[in-house]
């Protein structure tokens, strides 16, 4: 079993439409959590840290749910610029490296 | 923010020849570098950690002997591909951390490497 899965899509949505990504890990001392974004052929950018009580950054909205060892990211009013690889990330307390999942690719329509 | 420059963007290399790949950490400086491959629609995977001044750790399966990497410097980190053959073809990325936080990695643009 992978470390961390995700769903790899791809998801194909209309411009404004609200897109939601899941993600689960497997190691229950995963301490820190991320979602990246890779456009194709460029290196990961961090788009967000996703903490346990949820958090948003303007049209994104992250969830941690440790119990169920699930991140959910969330993106409302889709611009064509959304158009990316999605690449949930997951650190080991006490491990220096990122383990990152397989991606959800992500196209914006017009 | 944090800057990582990574050389060459790309490099096209025959089949046994040996290629050199540079990540440098531009205004900070990397305690710790990791090295990832990344094959086409396939996740990032880790080949190694390496701490300035000490030998890299590879991750499992991953050879030592054919992946050189040097740190020598809190700024510089630098791949070798040794002997390329066609199936190392991928892209090789190159990330750079300060310290110890989780949240503190900043990656280089990346480097597609063909071997023909």
């Known amino acids: 079993r992978k470390e961390v899965e995700q769903d790899p899509g791809p998801f194909n949505v209309p411009e404004g439409a609200t897109v939601a990504f899941n993600c689960t890990y497997s190691?229950?001392?995963?301490?820190?959590f991320f979602w990246y974004r890779q456009d194709c052929r460029k290196e990961p950018k961090l788009l967000m840290s996703?903490?346990?009580s949820g958090n948003e950054d303007g049209r994104f909205t992250a969830q941690l749910n440790r119990a169920s060892q699930y991140i959910s990211l969330l993106i409302r009013d889709s611009k064509l610029s959304d158009s990316a690889t999605y690449l949930c990330?997951?650190?080991?307390?006490?491990?220096?490296?990122?383990?990152f999942g397989q991606g959800t690719r992500l196209t914006i329509n017009p | 923010g944090a800057v990582v420059s990574q050389h060459p963007s790309w490099v096209i290399c025959k089949s046994g020849t040996s290629v050199k790949i540079e990540c440098r950490s531009l205004?900070?400086?990397?305690?710790?570098m990791f090295w990832y491959r990344q094959f086409p629609k396939q996740s990032l995977m880790l080949m190694a950690t390496?701490?300035?001044?000490?030998?890299?750790?590879?991750e499992q399966g991953v050879e030592k002997d054919k992946f050189l990497i040097n740190h020598a410097s809190l700024t510089l980190s630098t791949l070798t591909v040794t002997s390329a053959h066609p199936e190392d073809s991928s892209f090789y990325i190159c990330?750079?951390?300060?310290?110890?936080?989780?949240?503190?990695?900043?990656f280089g643009s990346g480097t597609r490497l063909t071997v023909v």
């Open positions: 996703v903490y346990s």
């Open positions: 205004d900070f400086q990397a305690t710790t």
């Open positions: 990330v997951v650190n080991t307390r006490g491990a220096q490296k990122l383990v």
């Open positions: 990330s750079a951390r300060e310290g110890e936080a989780n949240y503190g990695y900043t």
């Open positions: 390496s701490n300035e001044g000490s030998k890299a750790t590879y």
């Open positions: 190691n229950s001392a995963s301490q820190s």
